[in-house]
T-cell receptor, first 117, second 111 residues
Framework: GAVVSQHPSWVICKSGTSVKIECRSLDFQATTMFWYRQFPKQSLMLMATSNEGSKATYEQGVEKDKFLINHASLTLSTLTVTSAHPEDSSFYIC?????????????FGPGTRLTVL | GENVEQHPSTLSVQEGDSAVIKCTYSDSASNYFPWYKQELGKRPQLIIDIRSNVGEKKDQRIAVTLNKTAKHFSLHITETQPEDSAVYFCAASPGTYKYIFGTGTRLKVLA
């Protein structure tokens, strides 16, 4: 149980285009999901907390208009990187907490590698 | 906000020896401290966690200790094996269930 999927696993796009990444909790419901960004050989940096049915909470320094987050259902959150540029190239990972379990553990998706040309 | 420091950044040990990774956190409200193992290009995998009301937790070769007063927590791996080689991240959860990760430790177990 507690499986999180992401789609796509990798994407290559041209500078200036937008890219949407999906994060799904497959066997549990998640009112809260989290989006992280990880540059090569670096740590996971929390970008935002995605809240089902309400606005996401962004971490300091993360542009909310550039990284659009939508959490329209209890099993799906999407991250859209708008007007992507080469510096947005990174590994994007989502996570979700199974609230029904009563634990604080987050389950991570497999990540999406974004390359902006 | 919460800040988590992790040391060392790289660690090489001989197979069979122990490895210790240390983290410090800044926010006294943090109450949950997980440790993750990440292999290259893969998702982080939880290996052990500890809550703030516990001082130590052990799971076979892996143990975690927490010193709330000093805001320190440490990962101990005994009898290391080559398959333990990976990047390890500590994290602190300062409430609202979000995680703030440490900078990571690249562990290499030499056969």
């Amino acid at each position: 149980g507690a499986v999180v999927s992401q789609h796509p696993s990798w994407v290559i796009c041209k500078s200036g285009t937008s890219v949407k990444i999906e994060c799904r909790s497959l066997d549990f419901q998640a009112t809260t999901m989290f989006w992280y960004r990880q540059f090569p050989k670096q740590s996971l940096m929390l970008m935002a907390t995605s809240n089902e049915g309400s606005k996401a909470t962004y971490e300091q320094g993360v542009e909310k208009d550039k990284f659009l987050i939508n959490h329209a259902s209890l099993t799906l959150s999407t991250l859209t990187v708008t007007s992507a540029h080469p510096e947005d190239s990174s590994f994007y990972i989502c996570s979700a907490r199974d609230e029904a379990s009563g634990t604080s553990e987050q389950f991570f998706g497999p990540g999406t590698r974004l390359t902006v040309l | 906000g919460e800040n988590v420091e992790q040391h060392p950044s790289t660690l090489s040990v001989q197979e069979g020896d122990s490895a210790v990774i240390k983290c410090t956190y800044s926010d006294s409200a943090s109450n949950y401290f997980p440790w993750y193992k990440q292999e290259l290009g893969k998702r982080p995998q939880l290996i052990i966690d500890i809550r703030s009301n516990v001082g130590e937790k052990k799971d076979q070769r892996i143990a975690v200790t927490l010193n709330k007063t000093a805001k320190h927590f440490s990962l101990h791996i005994t009898e290391t094996q080559p398959e333990d080689s990976a990047v390890y991240f500590c994290a602190a959860s300062p409430g609202t269930y979000k995680y703030i990760f440490g900078t990571g430790t690249r562990l290499k177990v030499l056969a």
